[in-house]
């Protein structure tokens, strides 16, 4: 049974359980950063639709916007399914659908689209999928008219929540160190996220307690993301927080001397600060390496990323961060108060990425 009614805006887990229960609505409009799970989405509307594979084969249309007009989806929208009860219709790249030339025609064909979304034939499923939208395309033609069908997926700000909830969706659970090494190693993609974890469940497979643990993650995640102190710098010209916290943890934990660590980090935002000082930079390119380090013309590659990087950083943040790595080598060296070098560089991060 399809509902024509206009239905409030839906998240992921509503549209998700919806369309997994066969509760279909006659119109849908995805758009959002989140294309991963807008594809679950959309494969989710292919898979259910039908009852069998001859009903699909009749009445299942896939439009694609680049090579379709507002006018072919409206044709085919408005068909009536052949020997089965639905129509589905599903156009991607909705955001990229050919536009009228002629501002009569458009105009002409804007009104017929709005008539069609007030009573949207009954026995067709019209699913639409946009990428990102700026907030004023939203406020034009097509999408305006779509806006009580409009559902917006973007990233999920609770990644943990979401780690414990995927897992849980196919019968696993992790504990919560496993759910934190995730973060760690592979960030906050939603696709990257979801692909990891069934690695992990197929290396588990069999598993009676259905348990993913922190050593599980180590093995099967992390054998392939080594981190070093040059992805620890790019973390913190990113101003990834989570990122540069999170690797510096992970390079203590495989063996990294606090103290060389230190020191690296004290090297690096040394030759930022001194790249910020405009009489080095009036200096030809050569000499210019040679004041950070680099005295071959083949280093002068490097060179161009370190002035690059040194741009995202003020003075005061470079001067900040140099101090914050004093007080951490004093500590590590325990003439501070601190002792565990995970709590040092762990508020050292957070000095250093935070005023």
């Known amino acids: 049974m399809l509902r024509t009614s206009v239905r409030k805006t839906l998240g992921y887990k509503d549209l998700e359980s919806k369309l997994r229960n066969k509760n279909f609505d006659a119109v849908y409009f995805l758009h959002g950063k989140e294309d991963f799970l807008i594809e679950e989405l959309?494969?989710?509307?292919?898979k259910n639709a039908f009852e069998n594979s001859f009903d699909a084969e009749m009445n299942f249309t896939l439009l694609y916007g680049q090579d379709t007009t507002l006018a072919e989806i409206l044709n085919v929208a408005g068909s009536y399914p052949m020997m089965s009860d639905r129509r589905l219709v599903v156009v991607r790249n909705f955001d990229k659908v050919k536009k009228e030339?002629?501002?009569?025609?458009?105009?002409?064909l804007y009104q017929s689209w709005q008539a069609y979304l007030k009573d949207p034939l009954e026995s067709t499923i019209l699913f639409l999928v946009a990428g990102e939208l700026d907030k004023k395309d939203l406020k034009e033609e097509p999408y305006l008219s779509l806006e009580p069908y409009a559902s917006q997926i973007d990233y999920l700000r609770d990644t943990?929540?979401?780690?414990t909830e995927r897992a849980a969706k196919f019968g696993w659970q992790l504990t919560p160190e496993a759910v934190r090494q995730m973060g760690v190693y592979v960030g906050e993609s939603i696709r990257e996220i979801s692909m990891e974890l069934e690695k992990l469940f197929v290396y588990a497979a069999g598993r009676a307690d259905k348990t993913i643990t922190d050593k599980d993650v180590m093995t099967v995640v992390a054998v392939s993301r080594e981190y070093d102190v040059f992805q620890l710098q790019k973390a913190l010209v990113d101003k990834n927080l989570r990122m540069a916290a999170g690797i510096t943890q992970m390079m203590l934990e495989e063996g990294t001397e606090p103290v060389m660590l230190t020191g690296q980090l004290?090297?690096?935002?040394?030759?930022?600060?001194?790249?910020?000082?405009?009489?080095?930079?009036?200096?030809?390119?050569?000499?210019?390496?040679?004041?950070?380090?680099?005295?071959?013309a083949g280093q002068l590659y490097f060179l161009k990323d370190l002035v690059t990087q040194s741009e995202r950083f003020t003075v005061a943040?470079?001067?900040?961060?140099?101090q914050a790595l004093l007080q951490a080598d004093l500590e590590i060296k325990g003439v501070g108060s601190l002792g565990d070098a995970k709590l040092v560089f762990a508020m050292l991060i957070e000095k250093i990425l935070r005023p």
Request: aromatic fraction near 12%.
């Open 101 to 108: 030339r002629s501002k009569d025609k458009a105009k002409s």
């Open 42 to 46: 959309t494969s989710l509307v292919i």
């Open 160 to 163: 943990a929540g979401f780690i």
């Open 266 to 296: 004290t090297q690096y935002f040394m030759k930022l600060w001194k790249l910020k000082s405009p009489v080095v930079r009036r200096l030809p390119e050569l000499e210019m390496g040679r004041e950070v380090g680099f005295y071959s």
């Open 317 to 322: 943040e470079i001067e900040r961060a140099l």
